[in-house]
């Protein structure tokens, strides 16, 4: 009996350490681009990676990192936080991706970033990070408000007038997955609306924010992967229920989709959320992206977790090399296309000539915003 315990228990050992992953072992640019900025900074194009103290998230399932972990379909129910590209910390960067791993690299004191398994309301785990698996655009303002009441509440860990703030943002893919049985109430413009309102309230209540929204996915990829997996198209049956209606063509998709990365940019464009310590900045690396990932000349499964749906940590490590050099990326020059199959090795460092986060005020002219580094 305990033998075969002992044996089951190994080869479940076996399997979580084998499952595929993507680190970026000896990460490091130039020691200049690296550093803080001699003052902490008051103008928020004059932000270094190394000036960012605190990381938050919103977003839904992809943002908490459902079945980023898990080993079989049953195992997607639970929340790998800690995984999530836009906001975990688990392991290194040597062993995976995320963008709070590569900032934990300029200012290893960051702060929000989420740990192991669990609810956005088990604050020793989800930390800043109040992505709610299932949700749709119209919860976000619900999310902006948790979290200025949880920057409220824990002064003790952030300084909220004078930290510097990276929220990011993901969103959609369940707008779209209802978007054919609703197509005005959800329609893309209006989740864009539901988002601008979840950033308002965050602009009005939470100083020194930079807000980077990754841009819709194409979902209409997922008909390409799920071909073959009878397994999968029931599962999205439920899961993504435009996804199976044949009413809804690939064309009808993917026209949301790029509407949908359409009306967020709509925002940045207007400078709706700009002032001298806030802006708002769009990172597009999903916009073009068409193809999905691809190994020996078929989709492959591996970007995915085993519901097809959700990325595996493999995925959520991929999607955090194009993401980080999108943040690196000048606006008007970020790349609206991503390689899904294989991660952008090595990672990107800050540009010397203009070495913050990337703005649209900062892509125009950057010698304006020129700081000294400590
Ligand atoms: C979402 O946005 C639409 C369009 O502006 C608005 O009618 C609706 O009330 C918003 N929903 C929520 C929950 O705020
Ligand atoms: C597709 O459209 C037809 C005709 O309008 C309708 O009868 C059918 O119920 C629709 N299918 C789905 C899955 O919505
Ligand atoms: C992605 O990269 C692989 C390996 O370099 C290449 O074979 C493939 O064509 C690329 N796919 C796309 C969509 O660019």
């Not at 309230?201 to 979902?219: A, K, Q």
């Not at 209606?245 to 989709?257: G, M, S």
């Not at 691809?294 to 991929?318: I, R």
Request: with cysteine.
């Amino acid at each position: 009996m305990w033998r075969r315990i002992f044996v089951i228990s190994c080869v479940l050992l076996y399997v979580l350490a084998t499952l595929p992953d993507i680190g970026a072992p000896g990460y490091s640019c130039d020691a200049d681009v690296m550093k803080k900025s001699k003052k902490v900074p008051t103008n928020v194009n004059s932000v270094r990676p190394a000036d960012i103290k605190v990381i938050m998230a919103l977003g839904d399932s992809l943002t908490a990192a459902n079945g980023a972990g898990a080993e079989d379909p049953v195992a997607v129910v639970l929340q790998y936080r800690g995984l999530a590209f836009q906001a975990g910390g688990d392991k290194s960067l040597d062993e995976h991706v995320t963008i709070p791993n590569i900032l934990k690299k300029y200012n290893p004191d960051i702060f929000g970033y989420s740990n192991g398994i669990g609810s956005p309301n088990v604050w020793e785990i989800a930390r800043l990070n109040v992505a709610m698996p299932g949700a749709n655009a119209k919860d976000l303002p619900g999310q902006a408000r948790q979290l200025v009441s949880l920057l409220q509440q824990h002064t003790e860990v952030v300084n909220m007038k004078e930290d510097w703030k990276l929220l990011n943002i993901f969103i959609g893919g369940n707008d779209i997955c209802g978007y054919c049985r609703k197509p005005v109430e959800d329609s893309p413009y209006n989740c864009a609306q539901n988002i601008s309102q979840a950033v308002q309230i965050i602009y009005d209540n939470v100083p020194r924010v930079i807000v980077s929204v990754t841009g819709m996915l194409h979902l209409e990829m997922l008909r390409q992967t799920d071909t073959g997996h009878w397994f999968c198209q029931r599962l999205h049956h439920d899961e993504c229920g435009c996804e199976s209606n044949k009413n809804f063509t690939d064309a009808d998709i993917r026209q949301a989709c790029y509407d949908y990365n359409k009306y967020e940019k709509a925002f940045e464009t207007a400078g709706t959320f700009e002032k001298d310590d806030f802006t708002y900045v769009v990172q597009p690396m999903f916009q073009d992206t068409l193809i999905p990932p691809m190994e020996d000349g078929k989709p492959t499964q591996k970007f995915f977790a085993p519901d097809c749906f959700h990325f595996s940590q493999w995925g959520h490590g991929l999607v955090s090399t194009y993401l980080w050099n999108n943040i690196l990326q000048p606006v008007g020059s970020k790349s609206t296309v991503s390689n899904m199959s294989v991660p952008l090795l090595p990672l990107a460092c800050p540009d010397p000539a203009c070495p913050f986060i990337r703005t649209p005020k900062n892509s125009q002219d950057c010698s304006k915003y020129m700081t000294p580094h400590a």
